[in-house]
């Protein structure tokens, strides 16, 4: 964004790989070296068939970063593929989430009458129009009543629906990652559900997208694309660190070498002493001979489980990939659970999203902080991303990326100058 812009930018990179924490890691030897697993069993073949996902997360096919991906031109290296199912756990069962008001009413997700007050949302949520005062109106309690101006707790009341809907629409299609959203005005709730909805209706099977050889390919994509607006990408260049003067960034050292700038941009894992743990994130990646059970076959998928289902607090992820995604070997699924850590046994606590899988050829475990930095990056200049969170899209990830780019910019990202409004288009 910054190189296209007109920025001149360095990028530097203490890895030896693009990505950082949400690299693709090939071959295979590779990610079990990194896991201390030892060596890779034969029955899994050649290891530079696998480009195993660190952080594993789809993308909204109308979503934010699709616009960014296109407004940039990074798309013209990159190849995406729809994810085949998207899907909610309730009372222990995986179903399909209702991709229409047809689906609506066929789906086993809920009974006959609830069907119909569910279809009734969402035929009002996907008509509803900011800038059209005819879309607003509800009723709520016999009394016309101004939709803009009322809680999701106070919509969901307005059509009748039960808590199991609430707890699909809320958190499957929504994608909000607890409760607190329902004492919120519902004008984000709508935005959400007409995004997912929107999403759904460029590609057919799901919202989501994925691209092939895995989320490195994004980092690698902008690297390409900095390089043609004079950007330098350095591999394997250690951050020694963030030189400063008089309370602003003037630069950064790596062993004698000082490249002198004006702001610098970082994950927290750069300047950690200017974060703070706000929690944890567990992330279980495993690896499959099979679909992932009661999915259709689905060759892949993601499914919620939402936190009332879990007695969480938090929503409860899985997602899953395969060899058509040209990240494992011929007949091979990579699936991972994410979490939001809530007790001091952070592996018991995905154990429902485990349970979903079946027989698991491998797993490997990890625990990562949760950092926010402490500051804006303002007044010195230094601007710090959140780390990755638990869920398995990007759109929050967007939002900490907009927000540095208003923070850096002064001024907010125009998404106007997005001239395509899909991947087809820009190809």
Request: hydrophobic content about 35%; some cysteine; overall charge negative.
């Amino acid at each position: 964004m910054m190189s296209v812009s007109g920025k001149k930018v360095l990028h530097m990179d203490r890895n030896k790989y693009y990505g950082g924490a949400s690299a693709s890691i090939c071959p295979l030897a590779d990610f079990y070296e990194r896991f201390n697993m030892g060596t890779p069993p034969a029955e899994f073949m050649n290891g530079r068939d696998w480009n195993v996902d660190l952080i594993p997360k789809y993308l909204m096919a109308n979503g934010q970063l699709v616009q960014l991906l296109i407004h940039t031109g990074v798309t013209r290296y990159l190849e995406f593929k729809s994810i085949e199912g998207s899907y909610v756990m309730k009372g222990g069962k995986v179903y399909k989430v209702p991709a229409d008001g047809k689906e609506a009413l066929t789906t086993s997700l809920m009974g006959i009458f609830e069907k119909r007050r569910f279809k009734k949302m969402l035929e009002f949520i996907q008509n509803f129009d900011e800038d059209d005062p005819k879309t607003w109106n509800i009723t709520i309690s016999n009394k016309p009543t101004c939709a803009k101006d009322v809680t999701m707790e106070q919509l969901y009341a307005a059509f009748g629906v039960d808590h199991n809907t609430i707890d699909v629409t809320g958190h499957a299609i929504a994608l909000h990652r607890n409760d607190d959203y329902i004492k919120k005005n519902c004008l984000d709730g709508i935005k959400r559900i007409k995004l997912y909805f929107d999403s759904l209706s460029r590609y057919g099977k799901s919202p989501y997208l994925y691209p092939l050889y895995g989320l490195g390919e994004l980092p690698q994509g902008f690297a390409r694309l900095s390089a043609i607006y004079g950007g330098t990408y350095m591999l394997d260049k250690p951050c020694d660190e963030i030189v400063m003067e008089d309370g602003k960034v003037v630069g950064v050292r790596s062993g004698e070498e000082v490249a002198k700038c004006k702001m610098v941009i970082c994950d927290p894992s750069y300047i950690p002493e200017k974060c703070n743990q706000v929690g944890k994130v567990v992330r279980a990646i495993c690896i499959l001979k099979h679909p992932v059970p009661n999915t259709n076959n689905s060759l892949s998928c993601q499914i919620i489980i939402p936190q009332n289902q879990v007695q969480r607090k938090s929503d409860i992820y899985v997602c899953c990939v395969s060899y058509t995604h040209q990240v494992a070997a011929k007949q091979f699924f990579l699936a991972t659970v994410s979490a939001t850590v809530e007790t001091d046994n952070p592996e018991l606590e995905i154990k429902p999203g485990l349970d979903l899988l079946g027989p698991i050829e491998q797993k490997f475990v990890s625990v990562d902080d949760l950092m926010e930095p402490t500051d804006d990056g303002i007044c010195n200049q230094v601007f710090i991303s959140k780390s990755y969170d638990a869920t398995t899209h990007f759109e929050t990830t967007c939002l900490d990326v907009l927000d540095i780019y208003r923070r850096a910019t002064g001024g907010d990202f125009d998404f106007s100058q997005v001239k395509h409004t899909s991947l087809d288009d820009e190809q």
